[in-house]
């Protein structure tokens, strides 16, 4: 059974930076999508960053340039380096990690909406950002 673990949530000002991570157990396969969403209060869930088994990055619009995914295939782990953190970047983050036969059929599906409903998530951990 898959299980992901994010940490690294934390209270900080506006300017600063976190670094969010998910540690996933029980990967059997070889290749994986994995993904950060966030939702804040009052808010529906939207996909913040992905991550596909190339390396290829994808970024909402409002956090390109501050945030930075990775992985570490040997650990199994995600990152989430947040930099220039804002107010609206408050939210409870999660990861999302899902296999990958065919980024084709992914792509054709949507890559933030297949990994929303096939996903195997993480609990959360919560960001806020004062101004």
């Known amino acids: 059974q898959v299980k992901a673990v994010e940490s690294g949530g934390a209270s900080v000002q506006a300017g600063g930076s976190l670094r969010l991570s998910c540690a996933a157990s029980?990967?059997?396969?070889?290749?994986?999508?994995w993904g950060w969403f966030r939702q804040a209060p009052g808010k529906e869930r939207e996909g913040v960053a992905t991550?596909?088994?190339?390396?290829?990055?994808d970024y909402i619009y409002s956090v390109e340039g501050r945030f930075t995914i990775s992985q570490d295939n040997a650990k199994n782990t995600l990152y989430l380096q947040m930099n220039s953190l804002k107010p609206e970047d408050t939210a409870m983050y999660y990861c999302?990690?899902?296999?990958?036969?065919?980024?084709?059929?992914?792509?054709?599906?949507?890559?933030?909406?297949?990994?929303?409903?096939?996903?195997?998530w993480g609990q959360g951990t919560p960001v806020t950002v004062s101004s």
């Open positions: 999302a990690v899902t296999e990958v036969h065919s980024m084709t059929v992914i792509q054709a599906l949507g890559v933030w909406t297949f990994l929303r409903d096939y996903g195997y």
């Open positions: 991550i596909d088994p190339d390396g290829n990055t």
């Open positions: 029980g990967l059997t396969y070889n290749k994986y999508l």
